[in-house]
């Protein structure tokens, strides 16, 4: 197979790590969006995947083509959504609410669901989790004392330390300004596995 130029690259990692979230591959308007670039230049990235031999396309068919097999990208992502901020009365997994993808690579351990969160606030500084960072989070209902978990509280998402002891579970601040959340009942939908930081 012909080299790939960087941006036909990154057009295949996206397709490939599209079609394995979603069980079928991104519209050509999609790729658009993601790449913010006209549907012209995305149909020239795909001829031009095609030609080379990493996708195989049907025409006039919106989702019509596929990542070849042997040719996906030896890291290919997964794409995750990211929500945004929930306020209080809101499904925090609800389409309305998200606001992008962020890749992440696949492990092979087990199948698991996985979702991004943007942080608010600055409860967990001393843990290095600033406003603005980006966590990536493994769907869970439960986790051990000491995992810094994503809850529902009165509705809306929040990360925190779990603590877990023989009388009742608690949320624990990583900030000396913020007192632990001992006596409202919450919910564990999460256990924040990675950090995600933009620079500049």
């Known amino acids: 197979m012909d080299k790939l130029t960087d941006k036909q690259q990154r057009v295949l990692e996206f397709i490939s790590g599209y079609t394995a979230e979603n069980s079928f591959p991104p519209t050509l308007k999609e790729i658009a969006s993601k790449f913010r670039v006209t549907i012209g230049t995305v149909q020239d990235h795909v001829n031009a995947l095609k030609t080379k031999g990493y996708l195989e396309r049907k025409k006039d068919i919106a989702r019509g083509f596929r990542v ?13 959504p990211l929500y945004g901020n929930v306020a209080a009365g809101e499904p925090i997994f609800a389409a309305d609410n998200i606001q992008g993808y962020v ?98």
């Open 68 to 80: 070849v097999t042997g040719s996906e990208p030896k890291s290919s992502p997964a794409l995750i």
């Open 103 to 200: 890749t992440m690579e696949k492990r092979k351990s087990g199948h698991h669901i996985h979702f991004a969160l943007k942080v608010k606030g600055d409860s967990m500084t001393d843990s290095g989790i600033y406003d603005g960072d980006i966590v990536i989070v493994r769907k869970q209902d439960s986790a051990e004392d000491g995992d810094i978990v994503i809850a529902l509280l009165d509705d809306e998402a929040t990360v925190k330390t779990l603590r877990n002891r023989r009388i009742k579970a608690y949320l624990e601040a990583s900030n000396s300004r913020y007192k632990a959340i001992i006596n409202k009942p919450f919910q564990i939908i999460g256990k924040v596995i990675e950090l995600r930081r933009a620079y500049g």
